[in-house]
């Protein structure tokens, strides 16, 4: 258990349609990142949080959107969802900006 | 972007023998990670590497920063089944003056050990 709790595990649902991800954080730590894992793109940087507010953007579509809440968990909600979205998004965190982090299990998606 | 070269992008090997895998990058970085994952988890952090020419090992596993900064490789010797997994480097486009605090990872080397 690396400490970072994502929920759900696996999420099925159809095109068009708009589900969230959630992320627990390792206790103390501030910083969250999404990132997402395809079989063609591999592991790509998506958000990054700190403390609640957006600190870097990276390659996140326009109908993907994420926050931070005060008790540091975070959620990724992702609209309109097409079948090129399926893929794994993990979730990361860390204790300050910049150092090491740990990644979430992560949750599978399936946009059928 | 910044694009890394990781190779080989997969192996078999006996159990027993040792491994290499490298990752090369045409930019410059101060900070080389390397990572593993197990199917159905997240990527674990194996060894981090912070200064060019740096050899650090983690038990079994010995990673190595290039001289020139632009690369880094992963030795793992006397491989045993549970290295089966997909290898990733990874750096932080930060540390080279464009971008912040996310990784750049490598599309991974799978390995697979045969018993």
């Known amino acids: 258990d690396s400490g970072v709790t994502q929920t759900p595990k696996h999420l099925i649902t159809a095109t068009g349609q708009r589900v969230t991800l959630r992320c627990s954080p390792r206790s103390g730590d501030l910083s969250v990142y999404w990132y997402q894992q395809s079989l063609d793109q591999g592991l790509q940087f998506l958000i990054h949080y700190y403390n609640g507010e957006e600190r870097a953007k990276g390659n996140i579509l326009e109908r993907f959107s994420a926050q931070q809440f005060p008790d540091l968990h975070s959620e990724l909600n992702l609209s309109s969802l097409e079948l090129g979205d399926s893929a794994l998004y993990f979730c990361?965190?860390?204790?300050?900006?910049?150092?090491?982090?740990?990644f979430g299990s992560g949750t599978r998606l399936t946009v059928v | 972007g910044q694009q890394l070269n990781q190779s080989p992008q997969s192996m078999f090997i006996q159990e027993g023998e040792d491994v290499s895998m490298n990752c090369t990058s045409s930019?410059?970085?101060?900070?080389w990670l390397w990572y593993k994952q197990d199917p159905g988890e997240g990527p674990v952090l194996l060894i981090a590497?912070?200064?060019?020419?740096e050899l650090t090992s983690n038990g079994r596993l010995t990673a190595q920063f290039g001289i020139t900064r632009k690369d880094s490789f992963l030795n793992i010797s006397a491989s045993i089944p549970s290295d089966v997994g997909i290898y990733f480097c990874?750096?932080?486009?930060?540390?080279?003056?464009?971008?912040?605090?996310?990784?750049?990872f490598g599309k991974g080397t799978k390995l697979s050990v045969i018993p």
């Open positions: 990874a750096v932080r486009p930060g540390d080279s003056g464009a971008g912040s605090y996310q990784l750049t």
């Open positions: 990361a965190s860390s204790v300050v900006v910049g150092s090491g982090y740990t």
């Open positions: 590497l912070y200064k060019a020419g």
């Open positions: 930019s410059i970085f101060n900070t």
